[in-house]
């Protein structure tokens, strides 16, 4: 049983709902730490002035560029006034069409259990899977305040922080590669060659293999083993024998499948 | 490594392949880090610049004299240099290797981590053009594993408006299900209560507006800036050092994607021109 990292309130509409929320998400990086080769101490951080002065804590301020050649100071005090309020309040803006908010936007993801009454809670999950609608939401959690999308998600309450709108890059900003137009054949073959592997989404078959082959270098050398190195090397497809490799893919394809 | 102040070239580059076609492309970040970037400073304004010293002799360190420990046990680390690792990387390490189509609409939501948009790079776009609109017109998504800065990722290449991008998927035992997380079962659920929550979705629904997704902070940060600098208070030269604590540096990422994809900036040449200089080729 996972621990809830926050409580709130997800105000929808008339009706609240208290809930519990929890990271749907467990990372399982490698975190390794900056060592001094020489001596295998840890490496530590620090922040110097123009002239390679240390500078403390207190002496550090955040400054604001305004514009190429000004910026403007600004005190903790007034920072720190900047902080949301603590708040248990998830608030819904609007329910919208899910396909309206797009993967680009999605940051991290939670799962919402009921905070008491579960019928009530899985009542409105059913809702929004019906409705099809995900909401809107805004809360401030652990002195943050976050943006998300409150969806259904097997049935259950999921909640998806989002990133700002400044910080999404629409493809709209973005011009069209362009060039000769493509030669039908080549499109129609490259069509079967997608439609060849064309696959259901198994999340189940992926696996961190680099992370497993890591941990096992670690082992290996902790036990005093020595690793082996090994180089590679790059081949793009030339544009002359774009339509030889899709007719190689296809007949390689078929070869695979009548064997 | 921790993150260094990196400009934005791209920043990773390799080849995308389906079958036996290879498509070079370079990758950028298709998320700009917030707007408001807060540079560290000190009393009188000066840019703070960050640098590593050894925890025991308080040496100030350089690149070349730091090196990675994974600690096996309290205080014991095992060194992995760059080398060690670049030889775990799998042999087509740059290849991003679509071994299967998946419908897009198929992936759940909750697996997706982060976009980068891909480029064509090297010489001719025509394979880029080709796999983004077979992708785009199947509405098929193409899933491959490739490893970059020390990490394997899960991808999606997903196509739009003739440009592909890479959204990282986190990998299935990265995310927990409720059952694991320790939900409830679903119960029996009253319709009565599913249609009460149904007319208030319905009574509150409307279309996607950006402006539900303003970064609040931000937008007050900024209104005590102004009134700072209106007012003339604690406005200081920025001295443009070595200094660069907070990621001050604003690099213009839609421009540089905006090159990257072809976008020529001159006047394009005359038709007659441009077929000979072909012919030439």
């Given amino acids: 049983m996972a621990r809830a990292i926050w409580k709130g309130v997800i105000h929808f509409g008339k009706s609240s709902l208290p809930v519990k929320l929890y990271s749907a998400v467990q990372e399982h990086t490698i975190h390794f730490r900056l060592l001094h080769k020489s001596d295998h101490a840890p490496v530590r951080q620090e922040l110097v002035d123009e002239n390679g002065k240390p500078v403390e804590q207190k002496d550090i301020r955040m400054a604001y ?64 899977q019906k409705k099809n609608r995900e909401g809107i939401a805004r809360w401030t959690m652990r002195g943050k305040e976050y943006v998300g999308a409150l969806r259904a998600e097997d049935g259950y309450l999921a909640l998806i ?64 083993r020595k690793p082996k190195i090994v180089t590679f090397r790059p081949r793009p497809t030339g544009e002359e024998k774009l339509a030889d490799a899709l007719q190689a893919s296809l007949a390689g394809l078929r070869g695979r499948k009548s064997a | ?105 198929e992936i759940d939501p909750i697996f997706f981590e982060r976009a980068y948009y891909l480029t064509p790079a090297g010489g001719s776009n025509k394979a880029y053009r080709l796999l983004a609109e077979v992708m785009e017109k199947t509405d098929r998504a193409g899933i491959a594993t490739f490893v970059m800065r020390d990490k394997e990722y899960l991808v999606a290449i997903l196509a739009e408006r003739g440009i592909l991008r890479a959204e990282t998927l986190r990998f299935q035992d990265e995310i927990r299900s409720p059952k694991e997380i320790g939900l409830p079962k679903k119960p029996e659920v009253k319709t009565a209560a599913v249609n009460k929550f149904a007319a208030e979705i ?32 604690d406005v200081v030269k920025a001295a443009s050092g070595p200094g660069d604590e907070g990621g001050g540096e604003v690099i213009d990422l839609i421009q540089v994607l905006r090159n990257s994809l072809g976008e020529r900036k001159a006047p394009k040449p005359a038709p007659r021109k441009a077929k000979r200089a072909r012919r030439a080729r």
């Avoid at chain 1, 000004?70 to 329910?95: N, W, Y």
């Avoid at chain 1, 999404?168 to 060849?196: F, T, W, Y």
């Fill in chain 1, 65 to 128: 560029p305004v514009s190429r050649n000004r910026m403007v100071i600004l005190e903790d005090e007034e920072l720190e006034k900047l902080e949301p309020q603590a708040s248990r309040d998830i608030a819904i803006t609007r329910f919208v069409d899910p396909a309206e908010i797009d993967h680009r936007w999605y940051e991290r993801a939670y799962f919402l259990g009921p905070d008491g009454d579960p019928q009530a809670y899985f009542a409105a999950a059913v809702a929004l």
């Fill in chain 2, 1 to 105: 490594m921790p993150e260094q102040p990196a400009p934005v070239r791209s920043f990773w580059s390799g080849t995308i392949s389906f079958g036996l076609v290879s498509v070079p492309v370079a990758l950028f970040p298709a998320n700009r880090s917030r707007a408001v970037a807060l540079r560290m400073v000190d009393r009188k304004g000066t840019p703070l610049r960050r640098r590593y010293v050894c925890s025991k002799d308080g040496k100030e360190l350089d690149w070349d004299d730091i090196i990675r420990g994974y600690e096996v046990r309290k205080g014991k680390f095992v060194t992995v240099t760059d080398e060690e690792l670049q030889a775990l990387e799998p042999r087509k390490s740059r290849d991003i290797d679509l071994q299967m189509f998946v419908d897009a609409g």
């Fill in chain 2, 202 to 233: 319905g009574h509150h629904s409307g279309s996607f507006n950006l402006r539900d997704f303003t970064d609040r902070y931000a937008e007050r940060l900024q209104v005590l800036v102004m009134n700072k600098q209106r007012a003339g208070k």
């Fill in chain 1, 161 to 224: 922080a989002l990133r700002n709108a400044d910080e999404i890059i629409d493809v709209e900003a973005l011009p069209r590669p362009s060039g000769r137009p493509l030669a039908k054949p080549e499109l129609a073959m490259a069509e079967q060659l997608v439609n060849a592997l064309a696959a259901k989404w198994d999340p189940s078959q992926f696996r961190d293999h680099y992370r497993d082959r890591v941990m096992d270098l670690i082992e290996a050398k902790a036990h005093g």
